[in-house]
């Protein structure tokens, strides 16, 4: 389960797992990174998904939908000029990208297959 990731990336740096999670977010410009979160918990940290190799994407509609992930999950600083370009590709507005101005620890994922549920 998410919450059973998330306590266990509490612990360590990363991990091989597959986890199911709720779409909060994709890429809209052509649905190569996704958020996740918990399907439980929706105040839950978010969880970026890359896909290895960009091997694949999902459809940029899916928000909201549970998916089922794969992959190598791991904390990583991600610098300023990488979240806005991520904040720009979400379709966020010009004032919300001027936001960003510190880097920020994240869960990442890297994804070598993604399942879309129903």
């Known amino acids: 389960a998410y919450e059973d990731l998330l306590s266990s990336m509490a ?3 990363s991990m091989q797992v597959t986890v199911e999670a709720t779409v909060t977010e994709v890429c809209q410009a052509k649905g190569c990174w996704m958020n996740l979160t918990s399907p439980e918990r929706e105040d839950a940290p978010l969880m970026m998904v890359r896909f290895k190799d ?3 994407f999902v459809p940029k509609d ?3 939908r549970k998916v089922v992930v794969t992959g ?3 904390r990583e600083m991600t610098p300023v000029e990488e979240l806005r370009h991520y904040a720009e590709d979400a379709g966020k507005s010009e004032e919300e990208i001027a936001a960003i101005t510190e880097p ?4 990442k994922f890297m994804a070598t297959g993604v399942v879309l549920l129903d």
């Open 62 to 64: 899916i928000a909201g």
């Open 104 to 107: 920020k620890e994240e869960l």
């Open 11 to 13: 612990k360590q740096d």
């Open 54 to 56: 960009y091997g694949f």
């Open 72 to 74: 190598k999950a791991y």
